[in-house]
Nanobody, 120 residues
């Protein structure tokens, strides 16, 4: 089994910054793409940013230029640097990633989520 644990959420004023981290642990042979999703109250979960094992990134249009996704493969960790935060960024942020076992079977796992609240 694989576990993903997010951290770094909290309350921040509009215009502020937060850095989310997500650490993977457990029976890991290889990690593929890693992603950050978010879900606001009453809304569907949406993809915020993703990064491939080779470092290629993609972003939701509304966060381009403000958020940066990165990963440290040696630490099995993915980060989300969030700058110029807006109230509409308020949501629970979830980490998601693809893992393979030793025989090459791929599965994706989710973290438990971390709350980000942007408010004055």
């Amino acid at each position: 089994q694989v576990q993903l644990v997010e951290s770094g959420g909290g309350l921040v004023q509009p215009g502020g910054s937060l850095r989310l981290s997500c650490v993977a642990s457990g029976r890991i042979f290889s990690i593929g793409a890693m992603r950050w999703y978010r879900q606001a109250p009453g809304k569907q979960r949406e993809l915020v940013a993703g990064i491939t094992s080779g470092g290629k990134t993609n972003y939701k249009d509304s966060v381009k230029g403000r958020f940066t996704i990165s990963r440290d493969n040696a630490k099995n960790t993915v980060y989300l640097q969030m700058n110029s935060l807006k109230p509409e960024d308020t949501a629970v942020y979830y980490c998601n990633a693809d893992f393979s076992d030793i025989v090459g079977h791929w599965s994706d796992y989710w973290g438990q989520g971390t709350q980000v609240t942007v408010s004055s």
